[in-house]
């Protein structure tokens, strides 16, 4: 399947080449997501995308939305948060009435609108975590851990103790983040290095897992390691290089296996008993060559695989066959089954524009007039079109 045939435009509003996004999905893929009452939102660097996958009336529902290099996602306590390659994009999500009025009218059950985004600069940033009433960023490019600060680029708040310095440049390739209400708790880095790109000549087996409170390095040994994530206490981290999906156990400070993936695995989130992780093919072999994986780089596939985390058997996939080649993140939004984003750019997504107003006051005036104290202001009004 594919979406609609449209013609593709960058940011400044120019018309480019048109690639085609061809997808494919297993049978069950709806019926797995209705089931469990969640949807998710996915974002690809390489295709500057951010789609979500939803159901509505047993059918697949999927859009797509330029994000220009959209990297980690995080869930807020207002909506979605999605860095990109300049700035970190704020979606709350709109007063609820107006999903539904999104085209096609009726389909959709909540609406996140790009209404903020912070300039950061190019710092390469990688996961996001909204964790102790703060958005947490990896800055690859500073080898560090940053919040969000309004008069300055970002708040550096935490780096690996095996880094000597903030400076620019890429020097262990920090990336993944888990985190908890207390804070940070985990991160994964490709290697031990303090040069830049040092991490490059020891990518195959020079990944690691750090504990971010006490700065020790509790697993060494992993092949290119992102996306560590907490679930109800126990501690997920995809091993890339080799395809997988493995547990932390805390007592053998070890990572065990629980399913080999046809992908390089990147981007994932856990909900009930099921992970959803990020396939991506294998590009140019500089970054990616002499992996583990790399004897099986014809076979693999780019998409999101569903996992029983008890069973370690793929209970869903949905696979591209044209137009996306790399997945970095996916969240899972519980108690969505079918969202829309409005991003930056509706006029590149082709997609109809959202103005949000404040509510106009019964005698003219507007909502936020009264003194404080006189009450609660009526709902900001939305106004859909082109």
């Given at each position: ?245 493995e547990r932390f156990d805390p007592t053998t400070r ?15 989130d856990l909900f009930g008993n099921l992970a959803f ?110």
């Open positions: 399947m594919s979406p609609d045939p449209e013609t593709e435009r960058n940011a400044t509003g120019s018309e480019r080449t048109a690639t085609p996004v061809d997808y494919e999905y297993s049978t069950n893929l709806p019926a797995v997501l209705d089931a469990v009452g969640a949807s998710l939102v996915v974002s690809t660097y390489q295709a500057g995308k951010v789609f979500t996958i939803g159901v509505h009336r047993d059918s697949l529902q999927i859009r797509f939305h330029h994000f220009e290099q959209a990297m980690g996602i995080a869930r807020t306590p207002t909506g979605l948060a999605i860095g990109t390659k300049r700035q970190v994009w704020s979606l709350p999500a709109a007063p609820a009435e107006l999903a539904s009025r999104v085209r096609p009218e009726g389909t959709h059950d909540v609406a996140f609108l790009a209404r903020q985004a912070q300039f950061t600069g190019p710092i390469m940033g990688h996961d996001l975590a909204w964790s102790g009433g703060a958005l947490w960023i990896v800055n690859t490019l500073f080898n560090c851990l940053c919040t969000l600060e309004p008069n300055a680029s970002f708040q550096p708040r935490w780096r690996p103790p095996f880094v000597s310095e903030l400076a620019a440049g890429d020097r262990c390739h920090l990336n993944g983040l888990a985190a908890d209400d207390s804070g940070p708790r985990f991160v994964t880095a490709l290697a031990e290095t303090d040069t830049d790109n040092g991490w490059r000549a020891v990518k195959r087996s020079g990944g690691c897992l750090v504990d971010v409170p006490t700065g020790e390095v509790l697993v060494r040994g992993l092949s290119m390691p992102h996306s560590p994530r907490l679930d109800r206490g126990v501690l997920w981290l995809l091993n890339s290089g080799h395809g997988r999906i070890t990572t065990v296996p629980v399913a080999t993936l046809p992908g390089y695995t990147r981007g994932l992780v990020g396939l991506s093919r294998i590009r140019e072999s500089a970054v990616f060559g002499d992996l583990p994986l790399d004897d099986r780089r014809e076979s693999l596939r780019c998409g999101v695989a569903v996992v029983d985390c008890r069973t370690g058997g793929i209970v869903a996939t949905l696979f591209f066959t044209s137009g996306v080649e790399e997945i970095f993140d996916v969240r899972v939004l519980p108690g969505y089954r079918n969202p829309v984003l409005s991003g930056p750019y509706p006029d590149v997504d082709e997609t109809e524009t959202i103005w949000l107003v404040p509510g106009r006051r019964p005698n003219g005036g507007t909502a936020g007039d009264e003194p404080t104290g006189c009450g609660t202001a009526p709902e900001a009004v939305a106004m859909v079109g082109r």
